[in-house]
C-alpha cells in the first residue's frame, strides 16, 4: 500500500475512533507562492479563462469566451475569426495536445479545429451527427482521439502523421458526455451524465464494474501516475483506490455557482475553489489564500514545465503561482526577524542570527535568547570557538553564551570599542576589529593591540580571515592589511584597490584571494596581479558584502541589488580578459525576498551552513538558499514572425502561424528586415537576455537585453543566417539556437555585368579621379583651418567665461572676505562685531570652495580619473538619464588601459558630444550606446529615435556649434573613423572605430 495512502488511512482511523482530530493536518502557507495574475488589460481575449495547455515548443495556449491565445510569458498572440478567418467560433472551452504535438480546440458553440504544421484547420463530424459544446478531448494509446461534447462521444482514428484517418469516426454514445481523463494504463475515461464509464473497444463501462467506487454525482476526476483517482462530487472530494472511496474534504453547494479545478504532480493532489488552492501531501492538508488574485473558483489547472502552477479562472483572468526557491528566516517563526547584520554556526548546526537581538534557530525553529536594544546595545559580530562556544561582540563589549544567556567578559581593551569583526586563528587567539583597530585576545585573556602607528592601513576593521600559509588577512574602510611574522603589508587605493572599503576576504582552492569592495566589485589577487570585476562585467552592483562558495564550486555574491550566482570558471574567464561579461543569476525581490539588498560591513554577513545551506543577512530578513534547488530548466527560443518591406510599405500582421523553417526571400526592393523573436521561461520571463547575431552581415553576438525585436535595415544582396539564443535569470542558455535562412535579391546594379561596366568606366576615368583627389585634399585642408579657428573661438569663449565666473563670483567674494577682515581688525577682539564679520567670512569662504570645485568638475572629468573610462562612461550615462528623462539601453564593455590618458579624454569626450546632441535635438525619448572591443579597435555605436536630419549632419542647427564636425575631427586625431546615419523621422545613427594603438 502506497505510504500517502497509508498515513492517509492511519490518521483517518485515529480520527474516528479518537474524537476531535481532522483526518489531515491543516495548514495555511500562501507566502509559499509568487502569485502573478493577467487580464484583459494585460493582453487576455477575455476574463474567463476556459482551458489552458502547454505545448511541447514550450508556449502556453489558454482558451477564452473571446477567443485563443498563445503566450510566452510576457505577451498574449490572439487568434480569433478577425486574424484567422477559418476560425469561425471564438467562445473557446477546450484545448489539447495529442501525441503527435497537434492542438486541438473545442467552442461553446459546437466547432472543432486543429493546429498542425502550423496551419488551422475545422474539422468536421460523422454524417448526421450535430456536434453541439465540445467539453473536451483525450486520446488512448491505441491513437484513438475521442471528443466529449453535449450531443455525445465522438471516436476518431489518428494515423502515424497524426492525421485523421479518412472514414474512422464512429458515434459511441449521443448522451451528453464531459470530464474526459486518461488512466496510467493508457485507457480513456468519460462522464456520461453523472456517472463514469471507462472505453474499452468502443464500449462503455461502469466505473463499478472497473472495481472503482466513486461518490454520487461525481462532477470531476483525475488519475494520479500509480492509479488513484482524485475525485470531486457535487458535495465531496476524495480519493477512490481499490474498490473504496476516502473523503478528504467536504464541498459546499455554493462553489458550483463558479467552478473547482483539479490536479496531480507526483504524489501531491490540488484542489482550486473560490478563492483558495488545497494542496493534500503525505498526510498534510495546506490551504493557500488565493485573495486578491481569484474570487470565483476556476475551470482548468496547469503544471508547467518549470514547475509553475497556472490557473485558468471562472472571472479573474490567468493566474499563475510559483514556488519560492529560497527560504526565509521568517517562515520559521511568528517573530519578527529584522535587523540582522551577522551570523554564525556552531558545530550542531545550531544557526545564530545577531542584531539588536540575539536569535537561535535550531531544528527549524527560532527562539529569541535576549533583546538586547532594551539595554542600548547591539550585535555586530560573532564566532564560535573551538570548543563550540558562541562568542559576540558589538557595541557593549564582549560576552560568551553558556546555557543559552550571555555572559559579559569585563576587560578594559573593550570599553568605548564597536567592535564589528571577530575571527578565531588556528592557535586559539580572538582577533577583535573594532573602530580603534586590531585586539588580539590569547587564550588565556591576554590582549595585543594593533593600529596605524604599528602598520595597520586603518584602524577600522571589518573583516578578519587566516589563509593556509597563516598569513592573517584583514579588511578595512580604507583598504587590505596582512600581517605575517609581526609585520603589515597593505593594499589601498593607491596600489590599484578600485575601492577603499573591503568587507570581505575569500581564499580559493588554488589560493587565490577574493576581496569584497564596497562600490569596487570584487577583485581576484593572484600572482601578483589584480583584477577588478564589477558592474561593466555584468555584476548586479560594484556594493559586495559577502562571497560565498558552494559545494559544487559556485560563487554567490551578496550585493545591494540582490545575491549573484556565477561559475568560479566564469569569474575567471572574465577576470583573464578571455570573456567580456559574465553569465550567472541573480537573486533578488522577483524570487521572493522582502528586500534585495544587503545587510553588510559586519563579520559575518553570511556563511555556508554544514547542510550545504547559504544563509545571507538582508536589510529585511535573512534569506536561506539551497544550491541543490536552485538549477532552472532551459529557456525555449522561438522566431515568431519576419517581415521585410520597403521604406514606405507597413508589415501586414499574417492571419495564421510563422514558418521560420523556411527560406524567407526578400525583394530586392524591399531590404528592410524586422525579426520577432521570443524566449518561452515560465518563471521570470521579464529577466530573460537575448543574444542574436546575422550571420553574412555580424561576426559577433549582440546583446540584445529584454528586446525582442532585431531590425535591419538596408541590407546588401546575399544569403543571410539569422541566429538568436536566451539565457534565463538563472544564468541557462535555452536548449538551442533559433534560426532562419535569409535571401536578398540583387539589384540590377548589383549584377556582375554591371560591376564589369562600371569596372571599366572607372578606369576610363582614372585622371579625373585623381585631379578631384587633389582637389579633395586642398578642400580638407581648408576644413582643418576652419576646425583650428573654430577650436580657437571656443577656447577663448571658453576662458571668456570662466574669467567672468572668477570675477564675478570668486573675485567678488575675496573682495568681500578682504573688505570684513580689515573690518574686524579694527574692532575689539571680544565684541560681538568681530564674531559677525568672522561668521560672514566663513560663509563666503565655503561659498567659495563650492564655486571653486564647480569650475574644476566642468573641466576635468573626476570619474574619468579615479574609476577610468569603462565606469566614467556609465556614470555619465546614468546622470544624463536622471537629469533628462531619456532613457538609454548601454551595452558597454570594459575599454579601461586599452588607451593612453589623452586618447581616453578625447574618447569621453566624443560619446559625452552625442548624448548632449541627443538630448538638445532629436526630441528623442530613448536611445542606444554601445561600446565594444576587438583585438585592434574600439567600436562605438550612439543611436537615438528622433526626428533626424537629411544630409550628413552638416545642416543650419549643427553648424550653430562645432557640432558633428568636432567629433570628427576628434576621432581623426584618434586615427578612427565616423559613419552617420540619419533619417528624417526616424532617428541618427552614428558609429566609431578606434585603433588600440601605443598607449604612449
Not at 495556449?61 to 484567422?84: H, K, Y
Not at 584571494?513 to 564596497?518: A, K, N, V
Not at 574669467?803 to 571680544?830: C, R
Not at 586615427?975 to 585603433?995: L, Q
Request: hydrophobic share 40%.
Amino acid at each position: 500500500m502506497p505510504k500517502v495512502l497509508l498515513a492517509f488511512l492511519t490518521v483517518l482511523i485515529l480520527a474516528q475512533f479518537g474524537g476531535a482530530d481532522p483526518p489531515f493536518r491543516q495548514a495555511n502557507k500562501a507566502d509559499q507562492f509568487l502569485i502573478k495574475r493577467w487580464s484583459t488589460e494585460d493582453g487576455i481575449p477575455q476574463n474567463t479563462v476556459t482551458s489552458i495547455v502547454q505545448t511541447r515548443d514550450g508556449y502556453i495556449w489558454i482558451g477564452t469566451f473571446g477567443g485563443l491565445a498563445r503566450f510566452d510569458g510576457i505577451r498574449f498572440t490572439v487568434f480569433d475569426s478577425a486574424t484567422v478567418p477559418i476560425l469561425t467560433g471564438n467562445r473557446i472551452l477546450s484545448l489539447f495536445e495529442d501525441s503527435h504535438g497537434t492542438l486541438w480546440i473545442g467552442t461553446e458553440t459546437g466547432e472543432v479545429y486543429n493546429l498542425r504544421n502550423l496551419k488551422f484547420e475545422a474539422i468536421g463530424t460523422v454524417a448526421g451527427f450535430q456536434r453541439r459544446t465540445v467539453w473536451g478531448f483525450a486520446e488512448d494509446t491505441a491513437g484513438n482521439l475521442f471528443i466529449s461534447s453535449g450531443s455525445g462521444l465522438e471516436r476518431v482514428a489518428l494515423d502515424a502523421s497524426g492525421a485523421i484517418v479518412p472514414a474512422s469516426g464512429k458515434i459511441l454514445t449521443t448522451a451528453a458526455t464531459d470530464g474526459l481523463c486518461k488512466h496510467p494504463s493508457g485507457a480513456v475515461w468519460i462522464k456520461v451524465g453523472s456517472e463514469y464509464f471507462a472505453i474499452e473497444d468502443d464500449k462503455l463501462i461502469p466505473a463499478a464494474d472497473k472495481g472503482i467506487s466513486l461518490p454520487i454525482r461525481t462532477m470531476r476526476m483525475t488519475f494520479a501516475d500509480d492509479g488513484r483517482a482524485f475525485v470531486g462530487s457535487y458535495t465531496t472530494l476524495g480519493i477512490a483506490e481499490y474498490g473504496t472511496y476516502h473523503e478528504i474534504v467536504p464541498i459546499e453547494a455554493k462553489i458550483h455557482q463558479s467552478g473547482y479545478s483539479l490536479g496531480i504532480t507526483d504524489e501531491t493532489f490540488w484542489y482550486q475553489q473560490a478563492d483558495e488552492l488545497i494542496e493534500i501531501r503525505q498526510g498534510e492538508l495546506i490551504r493557500h489564500d488565493l485573495k486578491g488574485f481569484v474570487s470565483g473558483g476556476s475551470r482548468a489547472m496547469l503544471f508547467d514545465n518549470d514547475g509553475n502552477i497556472w490557473i485558468a479562472t471562472q472571472y479573474d483572468g490567468l493566474v499563475r503561482l510559483t514556488r519560492r526557491k529560497i527560504g526565509l528566516a521568517s517562515d520559521l517563526t511568528d517573530i519578527e526577524v529584522a535587523g540582522i547584520i551577522t551570523t554564525a554556526e556552531d558545530r550542531q548546526g545550531t544557526v545564530w542570527l545577531g542584531g539588536p537581538q540575539l536569535f537561535k534557530v535550531k531544528n527549524g525553529s527560532v527562539t529569541t535568547l535576549t533583546d538586547l536594544e532594551r539595554q542600548g546595545s547591539f550585535i555586530r559580530t560573532m564566532a564560535v570557538d573551538s570548543n563550540d562556544a558562541l562568542w559576540v561582540s558589538g557595541t557593549a563589549g564582549l560576552f560568551t553564551l553558556e546555557n543559552d544567556k550571555l555572559i559579559q567578559v569585563s576587560e578594559p581593551p573593550l570599553e568605548r570599542r564597536d567592535v564589528n569583526s571577530m575571527y578565531f586563528d588556528r592557535v586559539g587567539n580572538l582577533w577583535l576589529g573594532s573602530n580603534k583597530g586590531l585586539n588580539r585576545r590569547s587564550p588565556d585573556g591576554e590582549y595585543t593591540n594593533y593600529s596605524t602607528e604599528n602598520g595597520l592601513v586603518d584602524n577600522d576593521v571589518r573583516f578578519i580571515t587566516e589563509t593556509r600559509d597563516g598569513t592573517l588577512w584583514l579588511g578595512t574602510t580604507h583598504g587590505v592589511s596582512k600581517l605575517k611574522d609581526g609585520k603589515f603589508e597593505n593594499i589601498s587605493t593607491e596600489d590599484g584597490l578600485p575601492a577603499a572599503f573591503v568587507r570581505d576576504i575569500y581564499e580559493d582552492e588554488d589560493g587565490t584571494i577574493w576581496l569584497g569592495t564596497y562600490g569596487g566589485g570584487i577583485v581576484r589577487l593572484r600572482g601578483g596581479e589584480m583584477v577588478a570585476i564589477r558592474r561593466s562585467e555584468g555584476l548586479p552592483n560594484n556594493f559586495v558584502s559577502r562571497i560565498l562558495v558552494d559545494n559544487g564550486g559556485k560563487f554567490w555574491i551578496l550585493s545591494n541589488r540582490g545575491i549573484f550566482a556565477v561559475s568560479r570558471s566564469e569569474l575567471n574567464e572574465v577576470a583573464d580578459r578571455k570573456k567580456g561579461n559574465l553569465v550567472g543569476s541573480i537573486y533578488g525581490t522577483a524570487d521572493g525576498m522582502p528586500s534585495s539588498e544587503a545587510n553588510g560591513g559586519h563579520q559575518l554577513a553570511g556563511f555556508k551552513a554544514a547542510n550545504g545551506k547559504l544563509w545571507f543577512p538582508m536589510l529585511k530578513d535573512v534569506v536561506i538558499i539551497d544550491p541543490e534547488n536552485s538549477t532552472h530548466s532551459r529557456p525555449g527560443i522561438e522566431i515568431e514572425l519576419a517581415t521585410s518591406r520597403s521604406g514606405s510599405t507597413d508589415p501586414v500582421a499574417p492571419s495564421e502561424l510563422f514558418d521560420p523553417s523556411e527560406l524567407l526571400q526578400i525583394a530586392d526592393d524591399e531590404r528592410n528586415l524586422e525579426i520577432e523573436y521570443t524566449g518561452l521561461d515560465f518563471t521570470r520571463p521579464e529577466d530573460l537576455r537575448f543574444f542574436y547575431k546575422l550571420e553574412g552581415l555580424e561576426n559577433e553576438w549582440v546583446d540584445a537585453g529584454s528586446r525582442r525585436t532585431a531590425f535591419y535595415p538596408y541590407l546588401p544582396a546575399g544569403d543571410y543566417t539569422f541566429q538568436v539564443k536566451a539565457l534565463n535569470a538563472s544564468g541557462v542558455w535555452s536548449e538551442r539556437t533559433a534560426t532562419l535562412r535569409v535571401n536578398v535579391e540583387q539589384r540590377f546594379w548589383e549584377t556582375r555585368w554591371f560591376t564589369s561596366l562600371a569596372f571599366a568606366i572607372v578606369i576610363g576615368i582614372g585622371g579625373f579621379v585623381f585631379l578631384a583627389r587633389q582637389r579633395r585634399q586642398a578642400e580638407r585642408t581648408e576644413v582643418q583651418r576652419e576646425f583650428s579657428r573654430r577650436l580657437l573661438y571656443t577656447h577663448e569663449s571658453e576662458r571668456q567665461r570662466i574669467a567672468t565666473e572668477l570675477h564675478d563670483g570668486l573675485g567678488q567674494n575675496l573682495l568681500l572676505i578682504k573688505n570684513w577682515a580689515s573690518l574686524a581688525n579694527g574692532e575689539d577682539p571680544s565684541s560681538d562685531d568681530v564674531s559677525a564679520y568672522l561668521g560672514k567670512i566663513s560663509n563666503t569662504a565655503a561659498v567659495s570652495i563650492e564655486e571653486t570645485r564647480t569650475i574644476v568638475r566642468e573641466l576635468i572629468p573626476q570619474n574619468l580619473s579615479l574609476f577610468g573610462l569603462t565606469e566614467a562612461i556609465m556614470n555619465m550615462i546614468d546622470q544624463i538619464q536622471d537629469a533628462s528623462g531619456v532613457v538609454f539601453d548601454a551595452r558597454v564593455q570594459n575599454i579601461d588601459d586599452l588607451l593612453s590618458k589623452e586618447s581616453e579624454l578625447s574618447v569621453y569626450r566624443i560619446i559625452q558630444e552625442c548624448l548632449n546632441n541627443i538630448l538638445k535635438h532629436s526630441e528623442s525619448s530613448r536611445g542606444t550606446i554601445e561600446v565594444q572591443k576587438s583585438e585592434d579597435f574600439i567600436s562605438i555605436v550612439i543611436e537615438d529615435y528622433g526626428k533626424g536630419f537629411p544630409g550628413n549632419g552638416e545642416t543650419s542647427e549643427t553648424k550653430k556649434g562645432i557640432g558633428l564636425f568636432s567629433i570628427a575631427e576628434r576621432v581623426q586625431f584618434l586615427g578612427g573613423t565616423m559613419a552617420v546615419d540619419s533619417v528624417v523621422g526616424k532617428g541618427t545613427k552614428i558609429s566609431f572605430s578606434i585603433r588600440i594603438g601605443d598607449k604612449q
